[in-house]
């Protein structure tokens, strides 16, 4: 008999940006060698995905194999769980109220008052329901966006608060994640603003079986005596969550102060200790035998969590490579502006990610750095954007075309060797309308691509609008840029490179999406390797 499925609900107080879904993929991590673990996350804004938002104010956009827009957070859990996520384990209330809006006008209400209680909370629990059992899942790992005590979580927390008495209380476990501050001048670890988020969590039905404590320090005896009774949470329950250099450590750090034998007794689910490949691998980090500069020349590097998976890839490409990477921030928009000089910005540098992006802001500095680094046998790796301007570059000075551009930039240029794809030049709306979601590339015979990859086919992640103007196609390769990968059905670039050159080649995919620790993504592990090379 199949035994009951179980569910953890990891939530958050004090302040935003703590780690919940850091904190949640950790704990799933530790489950997920002997039991399928689905994770979800719920979040607040009224927006359908989190696609139509600025990467500054929101951070990255991560985007799954199906095509979905997510937040970032499942970024962590693909990586932690080693799974693929889908879009609807992403619950937005902009999703939830389309589907309250949909269900009154086909009638399913009979004609009553829609409500946020009942209604809009059954959709979110029915929402749950229809995903567990489609993935068959043995956990649903579920994370409440944003902090106790907003309104935009009100529902989902009320959501949270029945779904106890529909499954049981020994099926399920709330994981509270707070904020223990130590002011400065104090140096004393603080527990009041915890015990004001618990007090808000209980006020709202919640108790929570578990307490992770953010903080720099390893939680105090003393400290977790005082939340322990102020909160009504055991102290064996009370657990640091620590301020790391890598945050593939966490799941140890918890395991290592019982939480696994937490979950076992409140949930019944026995967990046995498992050989962690993970554990060589952060070794390899913490014993670097080489050290190497990586430029990421953007023009969102005032939220280096735009760019949260490049950083993540990065560190995969290291614990496999034993090189430290130091990376640095070079913001395009002010070489553009002459404020800085690209040799004195690319001294020191062994390698460089020129990332994706959005409008011309940044556009003639990312260009100035192409070609620096093309001149210079300067590793270079080009991601969708990135691929676009390399094309744009190689065409202005390798074949001379002067004027040449992406329609994006300018579009009126005399040379369009980047324009919009066909298919999207109808298209009028924002949302969810991109070339969005995993597509399969065939490798040219004898290219870098092919040999990073070691497989004549490749399937990657695509977020973009425009492509490499299938009129130019033939123009380039006579001229010397190889198009190494190709989306056969609709004869679309996928891959560009110069042979010549050491390491010069750029990708309409984002690969970085599907990076792992165990499996770094092999563009970025070439990158670091030629980068290595170079040193």
Known sequence: MRPARKYIIVT????SGLGKGIAAASIGHLLSSQYKVVPMKLDGYLNVDPGTMNPIEHGEVFVLDDGGEVDMDFGHYERFLNTNCKFEHNLTMGKVFEEIRAKERRGDYLGKTVQFIPHVVDVIKEKIRMTAEKEH????LIEVGGTVGDMESDLYIEAMRQLQDEVGEENILYVHLTYVPIPAGV???KSKPTQQSVYELRRRGIQPDVIIGRCSETLTSEIKGKIAS?????????FTGLDVDNVYKIPFLLEEEGIVSIINQKLGLPVKSVDDPWRQLLSNLDHPEKEITIALCGKYTSLTDSYASIKETLMHCSAHTKAKIQMKFIETTEIEQGKMN????LQGVDGVIVPGGFGSRGVEGKLEVIKSCRENSIPLLGICFGLQLMVVEFARNVCLLEKANTTEVDPDTAHPVVDLMTEQKAITAKGATMRLGAY???????SLARKLYDSEIVSERHRHRYEVNQRYHQFLLENGLNISGLYLEKNLA???EVKEHPFFIGTQAHPELKSRLSAPAPLFLGLVRAAMEKR
Do not use: P
């Not at 102020?230 to 009370?238: E, H, P, Q, Y």
């Not at 690209?342 to 910005?345: D, L, N, R, T």
């Open 12 to 15: 958050g107080g004090v302040i």
């Open 137 to 140: 899942a043995d956990i649903m």
């Open 187 to 189: 140096q004393e670890q």
């Open 230 to 238: 102020f909160c009504g949470v055991d102290t064996k329950s009370i």
């Open 342 to 345: 690209v040799a004195e910005v």
């Open 440 to 446: 399969i590339s065939y490798l040219r015979e004898g």
């Open 494 to 496: 996928e891959l560009v």
